[in-house]
C-alpha cells in the first residue's frame, strides 16, 4: 500500500450492513482511514451493483487504494466490482484465498458474503488481505494481460 494513501472504500447492500460496520471499527483499530459509500445503516433495500460501482469509482479515481464490499454472499458484488477496468475483485471464504488474492493477483477489492461467513472469520480475511503485499513478478506479467 502506497504510504501516502492507505484510504479504504467500504460499501454494503441491505445483507451486508452488519459486516460493513464491524470492518469500518476494524480499520480504524488496523490504523486505515476509510470512505464509506453506503447504504446507510438501515437501508432496507439497495441493489448491490449501485454500491459496488460508487465503490469502484473511488479506486478508479484514485482517493482509495482498496476496496471492501459486502453483500449477502458477496458474489454480487465481486461480479460487480469486476465490471470496472483495474478493478480486480476478489470474494474470499478463507484467509488462504485472501492471502492469495492479494499475493498473486493484486486484488484492490475484496467481496465478503454477510450470510456465508462468521464475523470473526470476516475480520480475519480482512486483516489478511489488507497486510499482504502483491509479489509481482511473473503475476505481474499475467495481470497485464487482461487491465
Ligand atoms: C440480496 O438479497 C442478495 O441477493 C445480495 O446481497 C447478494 O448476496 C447477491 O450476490
Known sequence: MPAD????????DHAGLEFKALIRDQLIRLGFQYVDAGAPEGTERVDYP?????VAKLIQNGECVYG??????GLGMSMAANRFRSIRAAN???EAMARLARAHNDANVLTLGQRLL???LALSILEVFLTTPFEGGRHQGRLSLFN
Not at 5 to 12: D, P
Open 68 to 73: 471492501v464490499l459486502t453483500c449477502g454472499t
Open 92 to 94: 474470499c471464504s478463507n
Open 118 to 120: 462468521g464475523p470473526d
Open 5 to 12: 494513501n492507505n484510504k479504504v472504500a467500504i460499501g454494503a
Open 50 to 54: 449501485i454500491v459496488a460501482a460508487d
